[in-house]
Nanobody, 120 residues
Framework: QVQLVESGGGLVQPGGSLRLGCAASGSFISMNVMRWYRQSPGKQRELVAALIAGGSPNYADSVKGRFTISRDNARPTVYLQMNSLKPEDTAVYYC??????????????WGQGTQVTVSA
């Protein structure tokens, strides 16, 4: 059974950095699309960053130049490096991946979410 497990959230001061990780466990063929979303209280879930295998990353305008999505194929894990954090980045962050399993089905998987709080 495939699972995504997130790590790395926490409390950080404005201007600080955090790195979120999302590790995929279980047996599968490939992790083809990787995304990070976030959701603040009272707001809709927002796509923050996306990376298609073999492609270039895409970012929401609000995080361009500050956030970087990357993957480690050997683990396999997807990361979100967040620099120059602002209070408005405070949210629960979710990783999402489209994974091809051994029945050749592509399915959507979600992590459990990790809280990021940016506050002095």
């Amino acid at each position: 059974q495939v699972q995504l497990v997130e790590s790395g959230g926490g409390l950080v001061q404005p201007g600080g950095s955090l790195r979120l990780g999302c590790a995929a466990s279980g047996s599968f063929i490939s992790m083809n699309v990787m995304r990070w979303y976030r959701q603040s209280p009272g707001k809709q879930r927002e796509l923050v960053a996306a990376l298609i295998a073999g492609g270039s990353p895409n970012y929401a305008d609000s995080v361009k130049g500050r956030f970087t999505i990357s993957r480690d194929n050997a683990r396999p894990t997807v990361y979100l490096q967040m620099n120059s954090l602002k209070p408005e980045d405070t949210a629960v962050y979710y990783c999402n991946a489209v994974i091809q399993t051994w029945d050749y089905e592509n399915s959507d998987y979600w992590g459990q979410g990790t809280q990021v709080t940016v506050s002095a």
